[in-house]
């Protein structure tokens, strides 16, 4: 369990690190490309996580559920989306900054009112991004780019250097 703000703070930075690997891979000229209609696109996906950390941030802070939207009008590019998802990423880390280490252990009212602990939604956060991280995956990987390997070495590298 995370004890810290900074502790968290450190954790999600690393998250987004590897995230924004990911999202560099995307082709501009693909920004609106979804693998079926009425799927998210690669700029709704971008978009989406930064609304979400706001969402998430903002509960963890103030106990309010609030999602600011994805809206292609907040970055109708990929470098306007990726901007938007830095600047809200910014905000967030700073809001988050203003938490003690115990508030951590305080309930907010989760989406159906009852108290969910601070560290388990900013859980949630780091749980919600891992999963549009894979989806932007699978969206690179159906347009035939290889994803980025999240940690630098594939698969078979891992299997090769554990076997060695």
């Avoid at 690997?21 to 082709?27: K, L, S, V």
């Avoid at 490309?33 to 802070?61: C, I, S, Y």
Wanted: hydrophobic letters at 45%; aromatic letters at 8%.
């Amino acid at each position: 369990m995370i004890q810290s703000i900074e502790a968290y703070i450190g954790y999600l930075e690393g998250i987004r690190r590897r995230t924004l690997t990911f999202c560099a891979a995307i082709p501009p000229e693909r920004v609106y490309w979804a693998p079926r209609p009425h799927e998210l696109t690669f700029g709704d996906l971008v978009r989406h996580l930064a609304a979400a950390e706001q969402m998430f941030v903002g509960v963890a802070v103030a106990g309010r559920w609030s999602y600011p939207g994805h809206e292609p009008s907040r970055g109708p590019g990929l470098a306007e989306a990726l901007a938007y998802l830095e600047a809200s990423h910014t905000s967030a880390v700073a809001a988050l900054g203003t938490l003690a280490d115990t508030a951590l252990h305080e309930t907010r009212p989760a989406l159906d009112g009852r108290p969910i602990k601070v560290w388990r939604v900013l859980m949630l956060l780091v749980e919600h991004e891992v999963h549009h991280r894979s989806q932007i995956a699978s969206y690179l990987s159906e347009i035939g780019i290889e994803p980025p390997e999240i940690y630098g070495l594939s698969l078979e590298q891992v299997i090769a250097h554990a076997s060695g």
